[in-house]
Antibody, heavy 121, light 107 residues
Framework: EVQLLESGGDLVQPGGSLRLSCAAS????????MSWVRQAPGKGLEWVSTLADAYTHYADSVKGRFTISRENSKNTLYLQMSSLRAEDTAVYYC????????????????WGQGTLVTVSS | DIQMTQSPSTLSASVGDRVTITCRAS??????LAWYQQKPGKAPKVLIY???TLQSGDPSRFSGSGSGTEFTLTISSLQPDDLATYYCQQYDSFPWTFGQGTKVEIK
């Protein structure tokens, strides 16, 4: 069974930093593109970042402040967030899948339960 | 960026009703569209991918159609368990973009 478990969410002051983790199990983690999607309280879904072997993509709203990475030996995806702003307050979801290759595109097919990041003084 | 416009934003229907949600892309995305169901306090769950393919294990009352710029999600017979917000998402190109969501309420 595919499982994604996010952790690391916390209350942080504006300008601060935080690292989120996503522990994956039930599939061959190293073989899959991974993504982060967030949802501000009471709002819709917003894509944040996607990491593949050949590329990394970021939303303009986080570019230069957030860094996505992975540690395949630990089956873990990370999101390092810095220069945090109030508008980064959201539940952050880790999701499996993404990107286009060989004429096919792939959707985020499994999602974790999310971890809450609150940016406030 | 590709804009996704979803309608309606809220929908109230009775159990057994046929319900349709529309999603329009600002440019062609072929069939690279997914539909998600999000119940209150839960993570989104994929219902439909590649515009019309039902995710394994999901009820057959859900169906998707469309290609290019116009897409629909249909619930053939609304059930109480379908109370949720539904989102469309294009994965044709980055940045991925989502519709603003349709909240489905049961009368």
């Amino acid at each position: 069974e595919v499982q994604l478990l996010e952790s690391g969410g916390d209350l942080v002051q504006p300008g601060g930093s935080l690292r989120l983790s996503c522990a994956a199990s039930g599939f061959t983690f190293s073989a899959h593109v991974m993504s982060w999607v967030r949802q501000a309280p009471g709002k819709g879904l917003e894509w944040v970042s996607t990491l593949a072997d050949a590329y990394t993509h970021y939303a303009d709203s986080v570019k230069g402040r957030f860094t996505i990475s992975r540690e395949n030996s630990k089956n873990t995806l990370y999101l390092q967030m810095s220069s945090l702003r109030a508008e980064d307050t959201a539940v952050y979801y880790c999701a499996r899948g993404g990107g286009c290759t060989g004429g096919n595109c792939y959707w985020p097919d499994y999602w974790g339960q999310g971890t809450l990041v609150t940016v406030s003084s | 960026d590709i804009q996704m416009t979803q309608s309606p934003s809220t929908l109230s229907a009775s159990v057994g009703d046929r319900v349709t949600i529309t999603c329009r892309a600002s440019q062609s995305i072929s069939s690279w569209l997914a539909w998600y169901q999000q119940k209150p306090g839960k993570a989104p769950k994929v219902l439909i991918y590649k515009a019309s393919t039902l995710q394994s294990g999901d009820p057959s009352r859900f169906s998707g159609s469309g290609s290019g710029t116009e897409f629909t999600l249909t619930i053939s017979s609304l059930q109480p368990d379908d109370l949720a917000t539904y989102y469309c998402q294009q994965y044709d190109s980055f940045p991925w973009t989502f519709g603003q969501g349709t909240k489905v309420e049961i009368k």
